[in-house]
C-alpha cells in the first residue's frame, strides 16, 4: 500500500473510531504530508522508517525555523500515525518510541534594555542626591538612599533578591572590589562590585549613620520583623520608580533586574559559564534559558565578519 493510502487509512480510523473534528484531521494530514514527503525524498517509506528518519525529520523542521511547539505537535501526528501502522500490522515496531519530544525553550519575563536601567539608576540617583530646600528629612534619605543602593547593587550583582534584601553590613569589606554571598543552599559565592554600586551603598550608609541607624548587622536595615528590608518592599519601591520614567509595573521587578544584568552580559561578550557563576546557578542549564543572547551575539558576529553577509547572492562572480 503506498504512503498516500495509509496515510487516509489512518485519518479514516481517527474519524471513525476516534470521532476526531475536521480541524484536527486536517491538521494531521499536512503534518503527515510533510513526514511523508520528507520520506520520499530520503527514498524511504513509512513501512520502513527508522527512529534516525524521525529524528532527521524533526531536526530539518527546526532548520526551518519551525517552534519547538510546532515541532512536538508534528511528532505526535507522526506519533500517532506509526502507532497505527503497528497496530494494523503494516511494520513490527514504532520507530517514534525512543524520540523525545523538543523542549520549548523556557520563557524569560520581560529583559529590560539598557536604556531603561539607566534611567532607572539615574532616577533613583536623583532621588538619593535631592538638595531641595528645604531638605529631606533623614528618614526620607535613608529611604532614598537605600533604593538608589539597591538598585545599583543588584544590576550590578544579579544577586536574588533574597539574597540582596538580607546583605550583612560585612558583606561590603572597605575597597574590595567584591562582595560575598552567602546563596541557596548556604553557599557562599563572590560577585564583583561596580564603582557605582559602592559609591551608592557608601552613600546608603552615610545616611544610616545620621540618622542614628548605623553600625548594625544589616546593610539595608528597616524596621520589620526580620531586621532588613524586605523583598517586598524593594519591589513595592521599584515598581513606583519604573512608573515615574513610564514604564508599566508589571514589567518591573528585583527579578527582572537579575534578568537584566545576565542578559546584558552575555550580549556585551561573557561566557556562559561565568554568567552560571556569578548567578549561583548550581546547574548549567539553569543558565541556558540565556542562549536566547548567545544566539543572537552570534548570529550578528556573522552578519558583521562573514565576507559573504548581506552579499546578493545573484551578483556574486564565480571564482576562476
Avoid: N
Amino acid at each position: 500500500m503506498g504512503a498516500g493510502l495509509l496515510v487516509e487509512s489512518f485519518l479514516e480510523s481517527m474519524a471513525v473510531e476516534r470521532g476526531a473534528a475536521a480541524a484536527t484531521l486536517d491538521g494531521y494530514g499536512r503534518d503527515l504530508a510533510d513526514w511523508v514527503g520528507f520520506l520520499a525524498r530520503r527514498g524511504q517509506g513509512p513501512e520502513k522508517a527508522t527512529p534516525e528518519d524521525v529524528a532527521a525529520h524533526l531536526g530539518e523542521l527546526a532548520a526551518r525555523g519551525f517552534e519547538a511547539t510546532t515541532q512536538a505537535r508534528h511528532l505526535s501526528a507522526i506519533r500517532q500515525f506509526h502507532k497505527f501502522l503497528y497496530a494494523e500490522g503494516i511494520r513490527p515496531d514504532d520507530p517514534t518510541g525512543t524520540i523525545d519530544a523538543p523542549k520549548k525553550r523556557q520563557a524569560l519575563p520581560r529583559v529590560l534594555t539598557e536604556a531603561e536601567v539607566d534611567r532607572l539608576i539615574e532616577t533613583a540617583r536623583a532621588d538619593a542626591d535631592d538638595a531641595r530646600d528645604p531638605p529631606p528629612t533623614a528618614a526620607e534619605r535613608v529611604r532614598a538612599t537605600r533604593l538608589h543602593a539597591l538598585v545599583e547593587t543588584a544590576y550590578a550583582t544579579g544577586m536574588r533578591v533574597s539574597e540582596l534584601v538580607s546583605l550583612p553590613a560585612s558583606a561590603v569589606r572597605g575597597e574590595a572590589p567584591f562582595l560575598m554571598i552567602r546563596g541557596k543552599g548556604d553557599k557562599e559565592r563572590l560577585v564583583p562590585l561596580s564603582a557605582r554600586a559602592k559609591v551608592a551603598l557608601s552613600a546608603h550608609l552615610a545616611a544610616c549613620g545620621a540618622a542614628g541607624r548605623g553600625g548594625g548587622k544589616w546593610l539595608f536595615p528597616s524596621w520589620s520583623e526580620s531586621g532588613h528590608v524586605t523583598r517586598q518592599a524593594f519591589a513595592r519601591d521599584l515598581k513606583a520608580l519604573a512608573m515615574r520614567i513610564g514604564l508599566p509595573a508589571a514589567a518591573v521587578s528585583p527579578h527582572v533586574l537579575r534578568h537584566a544584568f545576565a542578559s546584558h552580559i552575555l550580549a556585551h561578550g561573557a561566557d556562559l559559564r561565568v554568567v552560571q557563576q556569578l548567578l549561583g546557578h548550581a546547574d548549567i542549564s539553569t543558565t541556558q534559558i540565556y542562549t536566547h543572547v548567545l544566539d543572537e551575539r552570534l548570529r550578528a558576529l556573522v552578519e558583521d565578519h562573514h565576507p559573504l553577509a548581506g552579499s546578493d547572492v545573484s551578483t556574486r562572480v564565480p571564482r576562476a
